[in-house]
C-alpha cells in the first residue's frame, strides 16, 4: 500500500506523456495524433502557390505545438506582414522560441532582430551570440554576418583573423556575399595581404554567382589597369547587369564610363539615364556629377534650380565637394535665393571634412563680413587652415594679411614665404605680388630680375596683369633686356583682355608714339574703355584728348567702346 501514491504519479505522468497531440488543419479541422507531421510542406507549397494567408494558418497550427521550422517560417511572414498583419514583436518571440530549441536559421534570425533592434530593443551583446551559436553549427549566412563584424569591429571588439576565419568558412559553402568581402579584403589589405590579382579571383566567384557588389567592384578593379588580364569590356556585362537589377553603386559606375567614354566614345545619353536612376537611390556622388551637367547643360537641358537641387541632396549625403558648390551658389544666388549665412553653413561642413577650398571660403566671408560679422582674426584662423593644407589663394591672402598686420601680428617675412609657396604652385595673382614685393624691396633686398622672372611666370599663364607689369619692365629695361616692340605687344595683349590698368597704359604708349606711331584716335578709345573700367586717371587723360578729335569721331569711338568686349587670353 505504500507504494500506490508514487505508481499513481508514475501512471499519470506516463498518461501525460502519451496523451495526443491535437492540430487544426488548412480547412479547419482538428487532428490527434502522437507526433506533429515530419515537417512543414503543406505550408510550403501554399506559399508556393502564392497562398500565403493559407500558408500563415498552417505554420500557426504546427507553431503553437511547438515545431521550430514552423515557428520561424511564420516569424518570417509576420516580419513581412506577408499573409497576416505585420507583427516584428511575436516574430522575434518565435524565433527566440525557435532559436532555444536548437533550430540554426532561427538562431541567424534572432541575431538579426537583436542587432537591428527590431520588435524590441537591441542588444548587440547578445546577437553576437546567436550569431555564433549559428556559426558554429554551420549556417553560412550566420557566418557571413559574424565575419564581417568581426572584421568590421561591429557589435564585438575588432578581430580581423577570425573575421577572415568565418568569412572562408561562408565562401568554402558557396556563400556569394563572403567571397565578395574576401575579394574586398584582398583588395585593402583588410586582414590579407593586399592582392589584386587574389581579390580579383574571389570577386569573379561572387560574380559568377549573380552578386551585383562584385561584379561592380570587378568593373571598378579593371579601370585600375592593376590586374593583367582583366579587361573593363569583360566585365561590363556583370556592371550592366549589376545595374539593370537595381544596385545603386553599379548605376553609378555603369554611368560614369558611359560619361568619361572609358570603353569607347563617350555617350551622355547613356551617362544620363544612369545617372538618374542612381541619384535616385541616394548615390551622392551621381547626385553631384548630375548636378554638373544640369549647370553646364551637357547632356541635359541647362538648368540652375535642378542644379542646386541635386548639389542640395548630395550635400546632406555628407559629399564634400557637393557642400562645399552649394555654398558656392548660395554665396552667389545661382539657382536659389543669396544667402551668405547658409553658405556659410555648408563651408563650414565641408571644411570639417578637410576641403581646403572650403576653409578660403570662410576666412573671404569673415574678412569682408559676408553673413557674418567680420572678424580678421577668425579668417586668419580659416586661412592658416587651407594654406597648411596646400592650397594657394589662402596662402596668398595669409600672406598679405601677415605682411599688412591684419588680423596676425605683423610679419613680413614669413608672409613673404606664403606667397612664395602660392606663387610656386602656378597662382598668377600670388606671382605678380612677390614680383612687386622684390621690385619694391619691401622687406626684401630689391632684385628687379626676381621681379621680372615672377611677371613673367604669371603673364605665361595669360593673366593680364602679368602681362602689364612685364610689358613695364621691358620698356624700362628692368630685370629683363630693355625690349619697347615687345614692352608694347605685352601690355597691348592685357588691354585686349580686359584689363583696365593695361588699357591706360596702352592709350598712353598710343598717345605718344612709343613703339609705334603716334595714334590719340585710338590711344582715345583705349583711354575711353580704361574709363568705362573705373580708371579715374585715364578718365583725365581721356579728357586732355578730345578737344583734339572732332565731334563724329568722338561719336564713333565712344559708340564702339560701349560694343567694346575683351579678346580671349
Known amino acids: 500500500m505504500t507504494f500506490r501514491p508514487a505508481l499513481a504519479l508514475i501512471l499519470l505522468t506516463s498518461l501525460a506523456q502519451a496523451a495526443p497531440l491535437k492540430w487544426q488543419d488548412a480547412q479547419g479541422r482538428w487532428q490527434y495524433g502522437d507526433h506533429p507531421p515530419p515537417n512543414t510542406s503543406r505550408a510550403e507549397a501554399l506559399l508556393s ?72 530593443s537591441s542588444d548587440e551583446a547578445a546577437a553576437m551570440r546567436w ?60 586582414g590579407l595581404a593586399a592582392n589584386p590579382l587574389t581579390a580579383a579571383e574571389w570577386l569573379r566567384r561572387a560574380a559568377s554567382r549573380g552578386h551585383p557588389g562584385a561584379q561592380q567592384q570587378l568593373a571598378e578593379l579593371a579601370q585600375t589597369g592593376g590586374v593583367p588580364g582583366l579587361e573593363l569590356r569583360e566585365v561590363m556585362p556583370g556592371l550592366i547587369h549589376a545595374a539593370q537589377s537595381g544596385y545603386p553603386p553599379a548605376e553609378l559606375s555603369l554611368a560614369l564610363i558611359y560619361l568619361h567614354g572609358l570603353i569607347g566614345a563617350p555617350e551622355l545619353d547613356k551617362a544620363v539615364q544612369w545617372l538618374k536612376l542612381a541619384s535616385a537611390h541616394g548615390q551622392a556622388l551621381a547626385q553631384f556629377t548630375l548636378a554638373g551637367l544640369y549647370a553646364e547643360g551637357q547632356g541635359v537641358p541647362q538648368n540652375d ?8 541632396a548630395a550635400a546632406e549625403s555628407g559629399h564634400a565637394r557637393a557642400q562645399f558648390e552649394l555654398g558656392e551658389r548660395l554665396a552667389e544666388g545661382i539657382g536659389a535665393p543669396r544667402d551668405d549665412a547658409e553658405a556659410i553653413t555648408w563651408y563650414s561642413r565641408a571644411a570639417k571634412q578637410g576641403l581646403a577650398s572650403a576653409h578660403t571660403r570662410l576666412g573671404e566671408h569673415y574678412q569682408r563680413g559676408l553673413g557674418v ?27 598679405l594679411l601677415l605682411r599688412a598686420g ?8 614669413a608672409g613673404t614665404l606664403w606667397l612664395r609657396r602660392a606663387a610656386e604652385q602656378g597662382l598668377p595673382l600670388a606671382q605678380v605680388n612677390l614680383g612687386l614685393i622684390y621690385a619694391g624691396g619691401d622687406g626684401v633686398g630689391r632684385d628687379d630680375a626676381q621681379a621680372a622672372q615672377w ?7 595669360e593673366f593680364a596683369p602679368g602681362r602689364l607689369l612685364l610689358g613695364i619692365a621691358a620698356l624700362r629695361g628692368a630685370g629683363v633686356r630693355k625690349d619697347v616692340a615687345q614692352g608694347v605687344e605685352l601690355i597691348r595683349h592685357a588691354a585686349q583682355q580686359g584689363y583696365a590698368p593695361a588699357q591706360g597704359a596702352y592709350g598712353v604708349l598710343l598717345r605718344d608714339g612709343v613703339g609705334t606711331a603716334a595714334d590719340p584716335l585710338a590711344a582715345y578709345h583705349w583711354l575711353d574703355l580704361a574709363a568705362l573700367g573705373g580708371s579715374t586717371e585715364a578718365l583725365a587723360l581721356r579728357d ?11 561719336t564713333t569711338i565712344r559708340r564702339s567702346a560701349r560694343n567694346w568686349r575683351p579678346a580671349p587670353p
Open 49 to 120: 502557390a502564392g497562398d500565403a494567408s493559407g500558408a500563415a494558418r498552417e505554420y500557426e497550427n504546427w507553431a503553437r505545438v511547438g515545431d521550430p521550422r514552423a515557428q520561424t517560417r511564420l516569424g518570417e511572414l509576420l516580419l513581412e506582414g506577408r499573409g497576416v498583419a505585420r507583427n516584428p514583436q511575436r516574430a522575434r518571440e518565435l524565433f527566440q522560441s525557435a532559436a532555444e530549441a536548437g533550430f540554426v536559421e532561427a538562431r541567424y534570425r534572432l541575431a538579426e532582430m537583436l542587432r537591428q533592434g527590431l520588435g524590441g
Open 305 to 312: 534650380m535642378q542644379a542646386t537641387a541635386l548639389y542640395r
Open 455 to 461: 611677371y613673367a611666370q604669371a603673364a605665361r599663364a
Open 373 to 399: 560679422t567680420a572678424d580678421l582674426l577668425l579668417a586668419v584662423r580659416e586661412y592658416r587652415a587651407a594654406a597648411e593644407a596646400g592650397h594657394p589663394p589662402a596662402q596668398l591672402a595669409l600672406g
Open 131 to 190: 550569431y555564433t551559436s549559428a556559426a558554429e553549427a554551420g549556417y553560412p549566412p550566420a557566418q557571413v554576418r559574424l565575419g564581417e563584424a568581426l572584421l568590421d569591429g561591429d557589435g564585438s571588439a575588432r578581430d580581423t583573423s577570425r573575421g577572415i576565419y568565418w568569412l572562408q568558412r561562408a565562401a568554402e559553402a558557396g556563400e556569394a556575399e563572403a567571397e565578395y568581402r574576401i575579394g574586398l579584403c584582398y583588395m585593402r589589405g583588410e
Open 406 to 413: 591684419q588680423g596676425i601680428e605683423r610679419d613680413a617675412e
Open 544 to 554: 586732355e584728348l578730345a578737344p583734339h578729335l572732332d565731334a563724329a569721331q568722338l
